[in-house]
């Protein structure tokens, strides 16, 4: 019997207190300015007007001198900006962990946009992991005849039959069936329905969503077995990994699997049931590809999982003692396409070198001397070729690149990029010399492994009349100029796109987004999740600025850099983030300049910008100056195309606090335990000290460091060391103490981690004197303002201004 609809209603994420909304703390009140700033009302009249909600937006807006202000980090880390919309609007609207748009009131016109110095555009993450999600089942989805909108919180209702649409303003008709309301078991009632209530809904599709059956869940894994690879180490734990979690891989009864080992050939395994062991069948001929059977080397996985088991048993030793040298990734990458066209699905890639036979051979490229700059792009249009081609055949790619040399993932990247697929790299890694790499390597396969799979998917992004995409960032394949083509869709990644202003939106007060990705799920379900985001449109340059959110304008500016290297140079690319700060500094001094500001001043809301433009430009994708391996910029270059805006902000600033003095004020209480809150510190060696323990969240990595003179109190509470002296050498825990400071330190590092998708690794290091300076200050000088440069830059863009 057909299964009664679920829906789940979604209450808003509690959520701090933006820190637009929160004057000032006493500690981060400005230095007293040799030239007074001007009153909010002054500010006001010079940006032409406040028209905003006061508390919003006086905050924002307040003028901060950045050659005076030393402490322009909030003490929490920073929230997204609220939208100045009525409390009914916001309280429906869209998280922004989903759907957040760099500016958060929208200029009326690209004139005013211009005027700003600001770019517009949205940052998606459309299929990450929600802990509620109202799903829909309906025999009809409501959409606008016109545009195709699908009916949201923010259309309006002109009576019971008659709805208008937020997105082109047709009026359309309410269908019978939406008058029913499957929550309250009322009729007559359809702005009361979970569609008009949620900004983020999931349909189940009819039939009139798909071009054929939905396929079932395919996984092939391609496995380098090259004498490199047997060196490396990793087939062990690849193999045990999957077995362990064989039954956690997403699908159903029908789920299929297969594999495929390369060297200097090509092996398939034959693993239909009945058989008493698996069969390698060897192709040698790599310049003819060929399948040597059909229907035996995609299998069941329920039916041949005895079969399979044993075959990730054997694989380890079937080629430990392998001489083979070379490698050829081309052809099995053209044998994995041809064995997955007929259903599509995911091909997993692990490969160790830079291949070197056959279709897509590579000879380095990297010039150690000119390491920093050259060869970005791919050597050859073979990857991407092959990938467009998977991607037709809703195959996609992903790449796990475990290299100690150079392999050109400039070139092999292109593989994931254009099939929507995701890239891992792990440099020098080797199972016994680099156990960071090991456990960073199992952690990430088996979050992989388990991870919410969407397969044959595709993505729309609408706007309001008036409002254009015309650039995309991330992974996938530009079908048409709104929809992106995404074989495999997971909940790791990240999009972007830029916007621009075509016509005049002087008749709108509100601009709205729609996102909306029809994917088959792992069970073989066709559905859409769709994101809605509204947000208040402005006429005054005030409301723009105060609207600024500064971490998507910084990521937004990431992805555009990354592209300007690849197109043009590293140079060009760096002078324009560097430009980005100088542009708005002197729109902002422009603007203001009857009120004869001096100095570097810009608003409240953007008073960060500076110090991530910094960070930027000091990230392996962008820096110079500094040798960098290219494969390690490449990756570093894709992360930023990729990640989600959170995951990324710690990459480019992590945050970094002190925990050998954290107390109980100020804590939050979380399922009867306290959770300390310790202050954000600016990311400068000058604020590290070596009696204290510090913690540095990178996002996917902690890393907590001990100073020499750290309290052996507190080494002894939270680490179970009795002196600084006896603390070991890659110590990657902590471990669970009954001490009270031990509760605290493991209280705070959960609650950072419940925040994430993934599990972040623990790094303990000491503050050793050697030859090198200490490697955590090291780091934190290489990743932000460290105290010697921010000042520098501040001169440098004082520099630049007209």
Not at 621 to 629: E, F, I, N, V
């Amino acid at each position: 019997p057909p299964r009664r609809p679920t829906v789940a209603m979604v209450t808003p994420a509690c959520r701090r207190p933006t820190t637009r909304g929160r004057p000032p703390s006493p500690t981060h009140r400005p230095l007293t300015s040799r030239t007074p700033f001007p009153s909010m009302s002054q500010l006001s009249t010079a940006l032409g007007g406040l028209s905003g909600v006061p508390e919003l937006e006086v905050e924002a807006l307040r003028p901060v001198n950045l050659l005076q202000e030393k402490n322009l980090l909030p003490p929490r880390a920073l929230e997204a900006p609220e939208p100045n919309l009525s409390p009914e609007l916001r309280k429906v609207n869209c998280s922004p962990q989903s759907f957040r748009c760099t500016l958060t009131s929208i200029p009326q016109t690209q004139a005013l946009l211009n005027k700003a110095r600001l770019p517009l555009g949205l940052l998606l993450h459309p299929f990450r992991d929600l802990q509620q999600l109202p799903v829909i089942t309906s025999n009809t989805i409501v959409r606008c005849r016109s545009c195709r909108t699908y009916i949201n919180p923010f259309v309006t209702f002109l009576d019971q039959r008659r709805w208008k649409c937020n997105l082109c303003y047709r009026v359309n008709d309410v269908p019978d069936e939406f008058m029913y309301n499957p929550v309250t078991r009322s009729y007559g009632e359809p702005h009361k329905r979970p569609e008009v209530q949620n900004a983020t809904v999931e349909f189940i599709a009819s039939s009139d969503y798909m071009l054929r059956p939905p396929q079932p869940a395919a996984y092939l894994f391609v496995l380098d077995v090259s004498h490199n690879a047997v060196e490396a180490g990793y087939l062990k734990y690849f193999s045990e990994l999957l077995i362990d979690n064989l039954d956690k891989l997403p699908g159903d009864t029908r789920t299929r699997v297969g594999f495929l080992t390369f060297d200097n050939t090509i092996h398939f395994y034959n693993l239909q049931e009945g058989l008493s062991q698996p069969q390698m069948l060897v192709v040698s001929d790599i310049d003819d590809i060929f399948i040597p059977s059909h229907d035996s080397l995609m299998v069941n996985l329920k039916e041949s999982r005895e079969l399979v088991k044993d075959l990730l048993t054997s694989l380890p030793g079937m080629f430990s003692h392998s001489k083979e040298t070379h490698s050829a990734l081309g052809p099995a990458l053209q044998a994995a396409f041809k064995l997955m066209s007929p259903t599509g699905g995911r091909v997993t890639v692990f490969q160790t070198q830079l291949p070197t036979l056959g279709a897509g051979s590579l000879q380095s490229r990297e010039d150690p001397n000119q390491r920093s700059i050259q060869h970005l792009g791919p050597a050859t249009d073979f990857y991407k070729k092959l990938a467009l081609d998977c991607s037709g055949q809703q195959i996609g790619v992903d790449l796990f690149l475990l290299s100690s040399q150079y392999s050109d993932l400039a070139s092999l990247s292109c593989i994931s990029k254009y099939s929507a697929g995701s890239v891992f790299y792990y440099p020098s890694f080797h199972h016994t010399h680099n156990p960071a790499q090991l456990e960073k390597f199992q952690r990430d396969v088996e979050r992989y492994l388990t991870r919410k799979i969407g397969f044959e998917a595709v993505m729309r992004i609408r706007c309001t009349k008036g409002l254009s995409i015309h650039t995309f960032h991330g992974n996938f394949f530009v079908r048409s100029t709104d929809l992106l083509s995404l074989a495999n869709v997971n909940p790791d990644s990240a999009f972007a796109v830029q916007m621009s202003i075509e016509d005049s939106l002087a008749d709108s007060s509100l601009a709205c987004f729609q996102a909306a990705l029809l994917y088959t799920s792992s069970k073989g379900k066709r559905r859409i999740r769709v994101h809605t985001l509204c947000l208040p449109v402005v006429s005054q340059l005030s409301d723009v600025y105060a609207g600024a959110d500064v971490q998507a304008i910084t990521c937004l500016l990431a992805d555009m850099a990354i592209d300007r290297s690849l197109t043009s140079s590293l140079s060009d690319a760096r002078d324009a983030l560097t430009n980005a700060a100088v542009y708005l500094l002197s729109a902002y001094k422009s603007n203001v300049s009857n009120l004869q500001q001096s100095g570097l001043v810009l608003p409240a809301s953007m008073r960060l910008f500076p110090v991530y433009i910094l960070a930027l430009l000091k990230q392996k994708a962008l820096r110079t100056g500094t040798s960098t391996r290219l494969d390690e910029r490449v990756f570093a270059m894709c992360e930023f195309k990729t990640q989600p805006l959170q995951q990324l902000m710690r990459m480019v600033h992590p945050d970094l606090y002190r925990l050998d003095d954290m107390s109980d004020q100020g804590a939050l209480l979380l399922n009867h335990t306290l959770v300390p809150q310790p202050h954000l510190l600016h990311l400068s060696a000058e604020r590290v000290r070596r009696d204290g323990a510090f913690l540095m969240d990178c996002g996917n990595v902690f890393y907590l460091w001990i100073g020499k003179s750290c309290s052996d109190v507190f080494i002894r509470d939270v680490l179970g060391c009795s002196s600084y002296a006896s603390i070991p050498e890659n110590m990657r825990h902590i471990p669970e103490l009954e001490t009270v400071l031990s509760e605290r330190v493991r209280a705070f590092l959960d609650w950072l981690q419940d925040k994430r998708s993934f599990c972040s690794s623990v790094h303990v290091l000491k503050d050793e004197a050697s030859a090198k300076a200490p490697f955590f200050q090291r780091l934190v000088e290489d990743r932000s303002e460290a105290a010697s440069s921010y000042p520098d830059f501040l001169e440098h863009l004082q520099q630049q201004m007209p």
